[in-house]
């Protein structure tokens, strides 16, 4: 009964700002997305081995995530919220709850949560919680042309939260610059205490590179923790595109970090079926009496789609420098392989 | 067994539950979704095969120069990209959002690029727009809408019976913002434009009543 009337409540408040959105010229409607995303994967040692961010369960069909997003534009104004339900948002990214892992079994994960205001056609501030702007891979399934995501996605920030201004100087030429909290968290426990810088570059058309600089010294942290990433993508024609990412991690005081890089083919045959590889090279960094190891992947993934629905037929392959898998038998190995099939419906 | 079927109740239960309001929801957007969704395409197509929105129109006692003028003030105000001028002709490039709807709500997805040709002579011109090209658009990690790609695909090459139905929705679009733009097109190209004077703003001065 009460989420009966919750729905009520709903479509009538719905119904009026849909009503008053259509009196006031400056204003775009409320627009509603999203994305639902389900797998099935099977690691060929019989138990969940490469580490890879939401794509974790073995031999099992499984949930990913609904994620539901609205964005207003009032005039100059606008907000975007995004919250995400399941394992991929529940668990799968952090922070969960309120931050208590006694909590974390009962959440839903926030994925943007900012307002912004363009004050010119040029110059724009935003501040909430928003998507990362490091990397090449993100956390909702639309946005990736893999389904299991890259180390470099799964060991660099998800999201920050902080305050941030745009500038377009040109079509081919933006900054921003912004200060946030820690990587992952709604609110920061040690002050303000990140910078971060973005610069955009488009040379020519359909080639887009981003230099990003995060750096700040987290709560509870070791050192100073920067990070340094290149992420490019180049539509080099309607059907072949190239990407790339490189990134390199490191805490002050020899407190380890990581370095690496990720490249990106994915060719459309038809306008239904594309095939992409991602091949990468990660490392982490030694530590005072622990050498950091290495991992090489190779990923070939396929997207079949259909109106809004995808999917992504996928095989891994990871290779360490060092014993990070395990066989069937649980003996210590170099590699590990998977295969992943997944569904992803954008609407 | 007993089964009683009384449909006033039921009415009155969900009306009072709000599953009435959930159903005329549902109701709405599925006819909006019908009306959304075309087997068949109207769009003219030129001699080249290619979607086509053209248009010939009398404009009778107005000079070459001056339609010329009009059409150029109202690419301005459109703020169409890459306009050229020659003698009798102009040409440039302009984009039309399609919204993906269902009922009040939308978001965008994807936009169509096109050229636009005008040509004059005295007393008539001639207008169309033509090179459909469809850019999808996807979410980015902000939430927000923009191109997923740089290259479009012309609106002539079908992307297969997988995604026709979606293909079907943006030829159709293309035709009816097309027909929007003519219309509006027309409209400047037949009107004097004036500069409009600042109307004066009300003053209400309550002390004197």
Redesign the interface.
Known sequence: MKLKSFFTFSALTMSAATYAQETTTSSTPLQISGSVDTYYKYDFSKRANIGTSFAEDQNSISLGMIDLALKKTTGKASFVGELSFGPRGQYGSVPNGNGEAANADNSFHIQNLYTSYAFTDKFSMTAGYMGTFIGYEVIAPTGNFNYSTSYLFTNGPFQNAGIKANYVFSPKLALMVGLFDDWNVYKDLNGVSHFGAQLTVSPVEGWTAYLNMLTGRSAGAPGTGSIYDLTTAYQVTEKVKIGLNAADYSVSNDNGGYSGAALYLQNAFTPGFSLGVRGEYFKSKDIPDFDGSSVTSVTVSGNFKAGGLTFIPEVRFDNGNTTRFVKNNLDPTKSASQFSLAAVYAF | MHFKYNRLNQIHQATR???F??LL?FSITGTVVAQGKKDTVDMARDERGKYIHYEVVEQKNVGVDLLKERALSFLALKKFKAVKAADTQVNAAGKFIIN?TA??????SGELSYNLTFEAKAGRYRFWLADFLFIPY????????VAA?????PLE?S??K??A??WTSYIDAAEKQSAALAAEFKNHLAVVQKVKAPTAKKKVISKSW
């Open positions: 539950s709000g599953g309001l959930l929801f993906k009922l009040m709500l939308s978001h965008p996807k979410r980015d990690r902000y939430g927000n809408f790609t740089s290259k479009g695909r090459n992307p297969g997988l995604n139905g979606e």
